[in-house]
């Protein structure tokens, strides 16, 4: 089975930059995705990392330590619309099967 | 573009009766997802289909059966609807494996009395 832990809830100020971590107990591990969800809204992906090390995409920067099962999302200058939740999901297997985790409350207050 | 459709958005049950989820793609994605997301959490697989023509369970499959009928769509049915099936139901697609970006509809909720 699989378990991903993350913080319930994260507030941090507009232009500030927020990390999210994500720590993961897998049968087995291909690699540690990221989704962001608005309320009411879809998951829509982030990023992937299938490797240890830092991959940037724009203000969103992700993490990956497989030695550690730990893994985060950086937002750097944060802006009033990335408030919403992110979930970090394990791929466990050769398929494209993701376990995801409880999700992390971004609040961003001006 | 359209990318994941789901029908309907909002359905209200009751205990006992039955109903299909539709879900179609069109990205042409070999792999398609249902999960359900309950208030508060994350989300669960319940099954996926890697493949047109096969499909295999997730996490949570108990009360649930699906349908690949093509390339496309990909069907969620309850049975017997039960309270504790009340949530919110994704469908998704991604390309394949290899950690490929999951597409998600907008979701179906489902509330069962």
């Known amino acids: 089975g699989q378990s991903l832990e993350q913080p319930s809830e994260v507030t941090a100020v507009e232009g500030a930059i927020v990390q999210i971590n994500c720590t993961y107990q897998t049968s087995g591990f291909y690699g540690l995705s990221w989704y962001q969800q608005h309320d009411g809204g879809a998951p829509t992906f982030l990023s992937y990392?299938?490797?240890?090390g830092l991959e940037e995409t724009g203000r969103f920067s992700s993490f990956l330590s497989r030695s550690d099962s730990y893994g985060y999302l950086l937002l750097q200058e944060l802006q009033m619309k990335d408030s919403a939740s992110y979930f970090c999901?394990?791929?466990?297997?050769?398929?494209?099967?993701?376990?995801f985790g409880g999700g992390t409350r971004l609040m961003v207050k001006p | 573009n359209a990318g994941v459709t789901q029908t309907p958005k909002f359905q209200v049950l009751k205990t006992g009766q039955s109903m299909t989820l539709q879900c179609a793609q069109d990205m042409n994605h070999n792999s398609m997802y249902w999960y359900r997301q309950d208030p508060g959490m994350g989300l669960r697989l319940i099954y996926y289909?890697?493949?047109?023509?096969?499909?295999d369970k997730g996490e949570v499959p108990n009360g649930y059966n699906v349908s690949r009928l093509n390339k496309r769509e990909f069907s969620l049915r309850l049975e017997s609807a039960a309270p504790s099936q009340t949530s919110v139901y994704f469908c998704?697609?991604?390309?394949?494996?290899?950690?490929?970006?999951?597409?998600f509809g907008d979701g179906t909720r489902l509330s069962i009395l």
């Open positions: 990392n299938a490797l240890d």
């Open positions: 289909s890697a493949s047109e023509g096969t499909t």
């Open positions: 998704a697609s991604s390309e394949g494996g290899q950690g490929r970006a999951q597409h």
């Open positions: 999901a394990a791929r466990g297997n050769a398929g494209n099967m993701l376990t």
